[in-house]
């Protein structure tokens, strides 16, 4: 191979979309079982026992598929549904009618009649599209935001308008890193607040952790450090959220909040504006 320049306009010439086939074995073998479904006006417990009879992993994706649910929602909604009993085929298998029971509440029988008695038109396709796409990132979004209009509801009453939302603020040796809510500003803040509500997939956990090091190592050792957060998917990755208690633990982070612990953040914010004198 002759050794040479290449240029960025010849790179850029010689790119082209990475299309990937999404279906696997496992989608292909859902859908055959989905579209081997008998048409009928209504579905009984027979029905999803015949789903997860045969093969339990493909028969619970297809009842994701009608309750249009993430696998991380699924398994946090039937956890809930069963008591801490087992989600699995194990539990499936112990207690068969305790999880069609669970099924029925979450509405999967009239999903199914939906769904299947729905007359499709083209206009179909673009919505789902669009709700899979789009739609998707604007659910992580608003559960988000949702949590972060909740802490600034709190920190405007306590302070009025002296703190900044969403900001990179100054820290220790001129290191700097964003977080939620720098109180009472940016520049040397004497309260960081980061905010993440939890309802993603494991893969938005190195995020969380990340940035919340990412405030500790940048921030004065006097500042503190309040971490709000919310979201059953954290059931999900307990390991996760013990590294996270850890650092608490540590002194790295001054207090956990969640939603259902609004008085005492509330109560925290007070005792720090009067002992900070903010």
Known sequence: M????????????????????????????????????????????????????DNFTEGLLCVRLFLMLSKDSMESLLRKELSGNGIGIKGYQADQAGFLDALERMGLLVMMETTINHEPVWSDILVERLRAGRGSAISGQKRGRGLENFVEALVREVFGDAYETRCTFTGADGKSAKCDVAIPSRTRPSIVIEVKGYGATGSKMTDIIGD??????AKRHGTKLFFVTDGTT????????????????????????TTQMREQFLKDLRSMKTILSL
């Open 2 to 53: 002759k050794d040479r320049d290449q240029s960025l306009d010849e790179v850029v010439e010689g790119l082209s979309p990475l299309d990937v086939d999404w279906m696997d074995d496992i989608a292909a073998s859902a859908i055959a079982r989905l579209s081997a479904l008998p048409k009928k006006a209504e579905y009984s417990r027979d029905d999803i026992a015949a789903l997860l009879n």
């Open 212 to 217: 919340l090091d990412a405030i500790i190592d």
């Open 234 to 257: 954290w059931k999900q990755r307990i390991s996760d959220l013990r590294k996270i208690v850890e650092r608490q633990n540590q002194g790295k982070i001054d207090r956990i909040y």
